[in-house]
């Protein structure tokens, strides 16, 4: 079955820089890859998905990126707010079967 | 996300006992999963059921049921719990289109002792 990696385990920036996660995914028929944030007591709510049919994606500070090729995608945040801290969650999915990674704890400082 | 609420939300269980966590959805969606969440190691899908006429095993569903009462109602059962299924265990929901974008609930805690 598929396989996901997340990269780092954890994350600590100053308020203002960008922040990168980088997962990757082994199963080459995964076609769509979602981003989910995590906050304290609650559920994963989705910020940002990709397809495999787009490259990029942009949502104001949030973009993503895949590689179908090297077979990985990337979060990027840019100006980080402290109220970008929480644990973020990539996932790849073929179909009805969706593998989440391990998490990244970003913590952003004020 | 409100429209999807899960019962308890804390739970604190001796081992062997029989304890029933409950999903209930008002997002009028067919599909419903059942995670549980282990620092370190993700979200790992237990059950999943796309009508309630359809339940499907997921990566680790030893240890585990789940019954589909109604279209809105998804529960899952540890017939004997044990510590190691100490965890958090969230409900989440996905609508036919897109299949693939899920929404979770606020989770139930339980610690097994």
């Known amino acids: 079955g598929e396989n996901v990696e997340q990269h780092p385990s954890t994350l600590s920036v100053q308020e203002g820089d960008s922040a990168v996660i980088k997962c990757t995914y082994s199963?080459?028929?995964?076609?769509?890859f979602p981003w989910y944030k995590q906050e304290l007591g609650k559920g994963p709510q989705l910020i940002i998905d990709?397809?495999?049919?787009?490259g990029e994606k942009k949502d104001q500070r949030i973009a993503v990126t895949l590689n179908k090729t090297a077979k990985h995608f990337s979060l990027h945040i840019t100006e980080t707010q402290p109220e970008d801290s929480a644990v973020y969650f990539c996932?790849?999915?073929?179909?009805?079967?969706?593998?989440f990674g391990a998490g990244t704890r970003l913590t952003v400082k004020p | 996300d409100a429209d999807v609420t899960q019962t308890p939300r804390n739970r604190i269980t001796k081992t062997g006992k029989r304890i029933m966590l409950e999903c209930s959805q008002t997002?009028?969606?067919?599909?419903m999963y059942w995670y549980r969440q282990d620092p370190g190691l993700g979200l790992r899908l237990i059950y999943y059921?796309?009508?309630?006429?359809?339940?499907n095993k997921g990566e680790i569903s030893d240890g585990y049921s789940v019954s589909r009462q109604a279209q809105a109602k998804f529960s899952l059962s540890l017939e004997s719990a044990i510590p190691n299924q100490t965890a958090l265990y969230f409900c989440?929901?996905?609508?036919?289109?897109?299949?693939?974008?899920?929404?979770f609930g606020p989770g139930t805690r339980l610690l097994v002792l």
């Open positions: 997002k009028g969606h067919d599909r």
């Open positions: 990709i397809r495999s049919n787009v």
């Open positions: 996932a790849a999915s073929r179909g009805d079967d969706m593998r």
């Open positions: 199963d080459s028929a995964s076609n769509y």
């Open positions: 989440a929901t996905s609508d036919l289109r897109p299949k693939e974008t899920q929404y």
């Open positions: 059921s796309f009508d309630v006429k359809d339940i």
